[in-house]
């Protein structure tokens, strides 16, 4: 099989296998599993954003009869400098153990300190409401640029960045990359342009908050109900955590209601664990709204210097750009993917890229769909099309000319296989709606995006049925329509019914490990092991098929799911009816550590009206194109792409976490953090561009990513190509464009 091959399964539209249970409710989510004689946790949180921890004292709970355990930062071992999981949810344990409950020192409002478990939540919550905890507060640095100051409050006074050895800093991390010679290009510039353009922190939006039940037994084995995008990362963070050997903690995931990268990691999955080692019960835990939004790790903040340099023939010669961002309390990843992913999208030889990370009072950060690159992307496009504007050239025009295609080499030296960002800037140059004329008051803008795609470790195992079924068992969480493309794929190989493969996601002690679902990682990667277990068991069923024919096997062939040979031919469903006596069961696995990601490509195009009376931003027409590599599943495919959009502008007007000089969350819910609802956007019209990738056998690149990241400098062109007033500062809330156009005005 190969990427350019003709498919008579994978491209259709079946009916989603989670669909019926989701929409009658008979899918159980996070919170859905009791288990017999369970009790509840409630966490105790500082009240501070900054503080060191002189005592806790737990008595007067313990004291209260229903009180059955009660845990501290004391209870989870001393961390140490090892590094857990891979791709956006890889962590230092020093940073994730204090993140999960403080072990000392607080960094951010609403820090676990403590936790309780009682026979009722109500009872859980009387009870830590009398842990009594003595703390020494200290100053609160919020935000970036106070923390870089001489005079901040040092947050890690042990942490020495590389390059940085001399004194502890609230520098994080600093990464810069550098290709040719910049300066010297920039004075062969015609026009030059620099600017600084920043994003607000904002939350992934899952609807689903945290949940989990964990059963410790009297063998010290763990059993773990949780919502998660990564059962088998739960599993290796919680052992780390609590002490417990990883091979005795087995993870259940959850169907999941929602994640977007902010469900690659743990919060209360060790502590319920602690919890029921202590009592002896199962142990309960929900996080609600509120702490949700106050303690889990949101998008980091960021702000992005770009200067551009270019001929007056619209050649790019130069780039330089500095991204600095919000890492919050701990370290994350932040400041390596803008510093590699801000000019991806374009030819320079001549190009500078940073990426510094910044600790401040806040929770530590984590993904969200395409992590760190919307927010330095915001500023790169933003910058091309104000370039654009300077040379008199359409903005698309202006991309194209400078569009990286097969060959060319990224910021890390590494040369593009076949992509096809050329491609969308094509379609989205003769779209109906960028042709057509813009409507009285409205603006139009115009962004092109990138995501790198991941790979990593995937597992997959195929049990065949006597009754010629099959049944597929991954460990990756579903949270984009993995079941269905899984499907799709083995049906592709098999020749046989889509309708007769059931996928599953397996606990952690039922199928080979899989890091988690994210990066756009899970299509290609564990439906590359789904299509290896697949082609073993078509080789073990011609294998099968020769021996009762007493020919060779290899002169035996499969298609429309069935073994030939010459007249002779034997169904799936007859190979697998007879499986008993021709061999025993057909059960195939594959593990794999996938190698065959590739970048994809996206361009959108956005109309927006400004009120300039109030300064409500209207979304008037808004289309996304993408190279999607091979659509597994067109459907899945559209709704990614309308997702992200949507999420990329609620970024882009209104979303932002919102804190006060005390480092307290001011709209810890969404009534008061503002998501889009569908009455605030027109239909997302979507446009599946087909680049396959030649390095899959069905030319998978992952889709999930890339949608989330040209929404901002679009809309962001689009509210200034309407109001007349340039904002380079997210979100374009009403507030801050009435108080431009009054400025204007007034000037």
Not at 19 to 48: E, F, W
Not at 405 to 417: F, L, Q, R, S
Not at 716 to 727: D, K, M, P, T, W
Request: hydrophobic letters at 40%; aromatic letters at 6%.
């Amino acid at each position: 099989m190969n990427a350019y091959q003709e498919f008579s399964i994978i491209g259709s539209r079946p009916v989603r296998p989670d669909g019926l249970d989701k929409v009658t409710g008979r899918a159980r989510y996070g919170a859905d599993l009791n288990m017999q004689g369970q009790i509840y946790g409630h966490i105790v949180r500082s009240p501070h954003a900054h503080a060191i921890i002189e005592s806790i004292d737990t008595s007067q709970a313990l004291a209260m009869e229903g009180v059955l355990a009660v845990m501290t930062g004391a209870d989870l071992p001393e961390p140490g400098d090892s590094v857990l999981g891979g791709g956006e949810g890889a962590i230092a344990l020093k940073d994730l153990s204090p993140m999960v409950m403080s072990q000392g020192k607080v960094l951010f409002h609403a820090q676990a300190v403590a936790a309780v478990a009682a026979t009722s939540p109500e009872l859980a919550a009387q009870a830590a409401a009398l842990v009594a905890v003595s703390y020494q507060v200290l100053p609160v640095v919020t935000n970036m640029g106070d923390a870089l100051s001489a005079d901040a409050p040092i947050l890690h006074e042990d942490r020495f960045p590389d390059g940085f050895p001399e004194e502890p800093t609230n520098l994080a991390a600093h990464i810069s990359l550098e290709v040719g010679e910049p300066d010297a290009a920039f004075e062969r510039a015609d026009v030059v342009i620099e600017q600084t353009y920043s994003v607000p922190m904002c939350h992934q939006g899952y609807i689903e908050p945290h949940a989990c039940v964990a059963r410790v037994d009297a063998a010290g084995q763990v059993d773990l109900w949780c919502s998660t995008q990564g059962h088998f990362v739960v599993a290796q963070f919680t052992a780390a955590l609590t002490g417990i050997d990883v091979g005795k903690v087995k993870v259940t995931a959850s169907e999941i209601g929602g994640g977007f990268g902010g469900k690659t990691t743990v919060y209360l999955e060790p502590l319920a664990v602690v919890l029921a080692q202590k009592s002896g019960r199962p142990v309960k835990m929900i996080m609600d709204r509120g702490d949700v939004f106050r303690v889990t790790g949101p998008a980091p903040g960021a702000q992005t210097r770009v200067k551009l340099g270019a001929t007056q023939d619209g050649q790019l010669v130069a780039a330089d750009v500095e991204c600095v961002m919000d890492s919050g309390a701990y370290s994350g990843n932040p400041a390596s993917f803008p510093a590699f992913m801000a000019t991806a999208c374009y030819k320079l030889t001549d190009a500078r890229s940073t990426g510094r990370a910044v600790y401040t009072n806040k929770p530590k950060i984590h993904a969200y769909r395409a992590p760190s690159v919307p927010q330095v992307t915001l500023g790169f496009e933003l910058a091309m099309t104000e370039l654009a504007a300077e040379l008199g050239m359409d903005p698309l025009a202006f991309r194209l000319k400078n569009a990286v295609e097969e060959g060319d080499v990224n910021m890390m030296g590494a040369p593009y296989n076949r992509i096809g960002l050329r491609e969308c800037l094509e379609v989205a140059s003769a779209h109906a709606h960028y042709k057509a004329p813009v409507a009285d008051g409205e603006g139009r803008g115009v962004a092109a995006g990138y995501w790198i795609n991941a790979g990593l470790q995937s597992s997959a195992t195929l049990n065949v049925l006597s009754d010629g079924h099959l049944s597929i068992l991954t460990g990756s969480p579903d949270i984009g329509g993995s079941r269905a493309s899984m499907a799709l794929m083995a049906a592709e190989v098999l020749g046989i019914p889509f309708e007769h493969i059931h996928p599953q996601i397996a606990a952690t002690d039922a199928v080979g490990h899989c890091d988690v679902t994210g990066g756009s990682r899970t299509t290609l990667a564990t439906g590359q092991a789904v299509i290896q277990a697949a082609e073993q068991c078509v080789a073990e069923m011609c294998r099968r098929a020769a021996a009762e024919w007493e020919v060779e096997a290899g002169v035996v062939t499969w298609s429309q799911g069935a073994a030939h040979y010459g007249e002779q031919s034997l169904t799936f469903e007859a190979l697998a009816r007879r499986a008993g006596t021709m061999g025993g069961p057909l059960t195939f696995s594959s593990s794999l550590t996938a190698s065959s990601a590739a970048p994809s490509f996206g361009v959108h195009i956005c109309d927006a009206k400004v009120d300039k009376e109030t300064g409500r931003t209207t979304i008037t027409r808004y289309t996304t194109i993408q190279d999607a590599g091979k659509a597994i599943h067109p459907a899945y495919v559209e709704g990614q792409m309308q997702g992200g959009a949507a999420q990329g502008i609620g970024w882009a007007l209104n979303e932002e976490y919102l804190y006060d000089e005390n480092g307290v969350l001011q709209n810890p819910g969404f009534l008061d953090y503002r998501i889009p609802v569908a009455s605030d956007l027109p239909f997302i019209d979507t446009v599946i561009v087909e680049v396959p990738n030649p390095l899959h056998p069905f030319g998978v690149k992952g889709v999930g990513e890339v949608p989330i990241v040209p929404p901002m400098p679009a809309v962001a062109e689009a509210v200034y190509q309407s109001a007349g007033v340039r904002l380079r500062e997210m979100p374009l809330n009403p507030p801050k464009i009435v108080a431009a156009l009054q400025e204007q005005y007034q000037g």
